[in-house]
């Protein structure tokens, strides 16, 4: 008797990790979309010009008796898979990461679109309205977000002249079955949008420790844009993250601001399709 009892609980126990193992691989089959990196710079100096006449007619930028200095490095992720159908849509991903990010045709292939964007950061360097020492530097990286979704983050950090650089970020969003861009539109109605910008309001005095939109004037925020649904956004597994860059809501010495709300925050008027994907 005591030898079946064993026996049943063994059989019990390895069919409860049998199917736990199960649930978690078919949870995670999405997941089969790999990241790898490419990465390229390039460094440029323009000697000084023997000839004051050639120097006629350069930009008040930089001074033609001075050397001048570029770099620019592309340090980005794409996607690959060993499955023939997640292959398709990692092309799909890829294809628009060229397109939204490098400004090149998809047509291209990752490392001709690379070497593209640096000729064209060369031609804008040799125009008369650079600075002397100039830098355009790329970093994309990907992330699994919400099930079905890869979130994109960019971080361009350029310097053509002024008081400083300025550094960017641009999030972008993927269905990694079907490679599709999710726009704001596909997660929000437009309908929900004054809801939407309220909870972020809401969320940004939260979080700033502030009672009304008086005290985030004192702090600088919001003071020169009213309260705005910004297309950064990434779809995290945990929140849906809003990015803002300097000077979007704030000035360039605050930097950039993020708000994170939940789904549950935001539950009664997100889109069906996402209300489920936690």
């Known amino acids: 008797m005591k030898r079946h009892i064993i026996l049943y609980r063994e059989l019990f126990l390895g069919t409860c990790f049998a199917l736990l193992f199960i649930g978690c691989t078919s949870n995670k089959e999405w997941q089969n979309i790999e990241f790898y990196n490419v990465e390229k ?5 323009e000697k000084p010009l023997d000839d004051e ?4 007619g350069l930009g008040q930028l930089h001074d033609a008796n001075e050397s001048r200095e570029m770099d620019v490095k592309v340090d980005m992720q794409f996607m690959k898979s060993e499955n023939v159908a997640n292959e398709k849509v990692c092309n799909l991903i890829n294809g628009q990461l060229i397109e939204l990010l490098l400004k090149q045709s998809s047509e291209l292939s990752i490392d001709e679109a690379i070497a593209q964007y640096i000729e064209d950061v060369k031609t804008e360097f040799h125009g008369d309205e650079v600075a ?21 983050r960019l971080l361009e950090d350029v310097f053509t002249g002024g008081a400083h650089p300025c550094k960017l970020t641009t999030i972008l969003r993927f269905n990694t079955q079907t490679g599709e861009f999710i726009t704001l539109d596909n997660v929000f109605p437009t309908i929900n949008r004054p809801q939407l910008q309220d909870i972020l309001l809401e969320k940004l005095m939260k979080d700033q420790n502030v009672h009304s939109l008086d005290e985030l004037h004192q702090k600088g925020i919001l003071e020169m844009t009213d309260m705005f649904i910004s297309n950064n956004f990434a779809l995290r597994e945990d929140s849906i993250e809003f990015h803002y860059n300097e000077y979007d ?3 360039y010495a605050y930097g950039a601001c993020t708000i994170c709300v939940s789904y549950e925050d935001v539950k009664d008027i997100i889109s069906t399709t996402w209300e489920n994907r936690k």
Do not use: F, K
């Open 41 to 45: 710079m390039e460094q440029l100096t």
């Open 249 to 251: 809501i704030a000035p």
């Open 53 to 56: 006449e050639d120097s006629v």
């Open 132 to 152: 002397n020492v100039y830098h355009d530097h790329l970093t994309g990286r990907a992330e699994y977000g919400i099930e079905n979704v890869i979130n994109y």
